[in-house]
């Protein structure tokens, strides 16, 4: 499959006079998995949507495999998305809305059945192909807009919180599914979660954002051990931070012997 890399270049998006979305910058390589981790109304469904092209971009631009997508339509762009709540079309069977994004692009009857089976042997709903998305568990419903979204064979993957509707157990398996059909598939992935522990356990990298900016992007070790803010500390995990006091003359000069000595010796050290 052909790889494609993600490179944001200071995107800046507007809703009027408001700014959800400000001067971002994020580089995903080709094959990667990255997740945009933070709080709810931070920016990140924004900014995925300006990656798929439902979102226009106000300044900066997004290069997906090195060309500008600036002036590309959505439907243009060649793009799987996975939307929070699914969106499947409720009037179709499961093979007709697998097989949907290739009607779009005018691929010949035959070969859609062929493609949209094979999606769904993939994703395990081969025993589902004519059932109806409400005759389906949500687990189930995930797996299709997963095989519609992949189907098209597009060059990145983008996911919106696909877990949020899911009980935790089914969740743990379904990122467990999910990291192993990335990483078999190789697509570029950029996973959007409010859920620091989903996105440790699925990113090779992470970019915490808040406020419409990106604060740190690391790999998930470096992310959870050095955190760059206390913002960052507190969203990943309260676990691995203490109060502290910093004995460092605003002139740069070393605390002194006695003053270090009796800090460690009040922190019980
Ligand atoms: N169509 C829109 N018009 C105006 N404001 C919007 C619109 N969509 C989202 N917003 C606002 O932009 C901010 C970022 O939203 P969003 O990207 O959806 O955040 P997240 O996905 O991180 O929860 C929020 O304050 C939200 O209310
Ligand atoms: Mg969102």
């Not at 059909?181 to 992470?206: M, N, Y």
């Amino acid at each position: 499959m052909k790889q494609a890399g993600i490179d944001i270049e200071n995107l800046s998006v507007r809703y009027g006079n408001y700014v959800p979305v400000r001067s971002l910058s994020l580089a995903v390589k080709p094959g990667e998995f990255v997740s945009l981790l933070g709080p709810s109304g931070c920016g990140k469904t924004t900014t995925l949507r300006s990656i798929a092209g439902f979102s226009d971009i106000a300044e900066g631009d997004i290069r997906i495999g090195g060309a500008s997508v600036r002036n590309v339509p959505a439907n243009k762009r060649n793009i799987g998305m996975v939307y929070q709540d699914y969106a499947l079309f409720p009037h179709m069977t499961v093979e007709k809305n697998i097989g949907f994004g290739l009607r779009m692009r005018g691929v010949s009857g035959n070969e859609i059945s062929e493609r949209a089976r094979a999606a769904a042997d993939q994703l395990r709903l081969t025993d589902f192909l004519d059932r109806f998305p409400s005759q389906l568990s949500g687990g189930q419903q995930q797996r299709v807009a997963l095989a519609r979204a992949l189907v098209v064979r597009p060059d990145v993957l983008l996911l919106d919180e696909p877990m949020a509707a899911l009980d935790k157990q089914l969740r743990s398996e379904m990122q467990f599914e999910l990291k192993a059909l990335q990483k078999s598939v190789g697509i570029t992935t950029v996973f959007v979660t409010h859920d620091q522990e989903e996105a440790l356990s699925l990113s090779d990298r992470i970019a915490v954002m808040n406020d419409g900016k990106i604060l740190q992007v690391d790999d998930p070790e470096t992310l959870y051990h050095y955190p760059a803010t206390r913002f960052v500390a507190e969203f990943v995990g309260t676990a691995n931070l203490f109060k502290g006091h910093r004995y460092e003359s605003p002139d740069g000069k070393k605390p002194d012997r006695a003053r270090r000595t009796g800090h460690f010796r009040s922190a019980g050290t």
